[in-house]
């Protein structure tokens, strides 16, 4: 077991272009969730997954955001035609669901995402 | 208002010195609170998980919860120079419906320990 593993560390992209990033969970983790993290704040929820499905997604996802978790293991992150306030840190974290009161979410180093 | 507010600090103390990290927030819904230790260009930790008024206590971590008064608290004995980072509280309310489920954090308190 190796943790949350996120793919890659660091982008740069230009305005306008497409992004994906990549989170592998912990293996038999059946939550996984997406939260973006800006310098001198908190993590931001954005979405998380319980094995396959989208359970719930914030407002703070545009639709130039897409989520998706083929098979219930890794995730990808997409986002289309990056605008500058997309700078940030993607975090991805996975937890063991079996009752509300014992969920433990783990992260990953993230993604810092750089849009000139 | 938000649901969480954190002091941002920063926080900078001496070696050995006992630490104190607080947050408060606003919604008696949220019952599950954590601790999550953050280092620079590295992800949250999870340090600390509790769901109940009182203290628990990890080594030389403690965190305190007063549902009360809406406070929760992050005492370190004993601190070292490896305890700098950035501590996020997190909270989640109690809700078994779907769609309520995510946590919720703090801004981050950056915290630095002076040899």
């Known amino acids: 077991d190796t943790g949350v593993s996120q793919d890659p560390r660091h982008k740069i992209t230009k305005r306008g272009q497409n992004v994906t990033f990549r989170c592998d969970p912990i293996s038999e983790h059946n939550r996984l969730y997406w939260y973006r993290q800006t310098l001198g704040q908190g993590p931001e929820f954005l979405t998380y997954f319980q094995n396959e499905a989208q359970l719930e997604k914030s407002r703070l996802l545009s639709d130039r955001f897409s989520a998706e978790r083929p098979k219930g293991s890794f995730s990808t992150l997409e986002i289309q035609r990056t605008e500058q306030g997309d700078s940030a840190m993607y975090l991805c974290?996975?937890?063991?669901?079996?009752?509300?009161?014992?969920?433990?979410?783990?992260f990953g180093s993230g993604t810092q995402l750089s849009v000139l | 208002q938000k649901e969480v507010e954190q002091d941002p600090g920063p926080l900078s103390v001496p070696e050995g010195a006992i630490v104190s990290l607080n947050c408060t927030y606003s919604n008696s819904a949220f019952q599950y609170f954590m601790w999550y230790r953050q280092y620079s260009r590295k992800g949250p930790e999870l340090l600390m998980y509790?769901?109940?008024?009182g203290n628990k206590e990890d080594g030389r971590f403690t965190a305190q919860v007063d549902k009360s008064s809406k406070y929760i608290s992050l005492f370190i004995r004993d601190s070292q120079p490896s305890d700098s980072a950035t501590y996020l509280c997190a909270i989640r309310p109690t809700n078994y419906n779907f769609g309520n489920e995510k946590l919720t954090f703090g801004t981050g308190t950056r915290l630095t320990i002076i040899p």
């Open positions: 509790t769901y109940s008024s």
């Open positions: 974290a996975s937890s063991e669901y079996l009752a509300q009161a014992n969920e433990k979410l783990f």
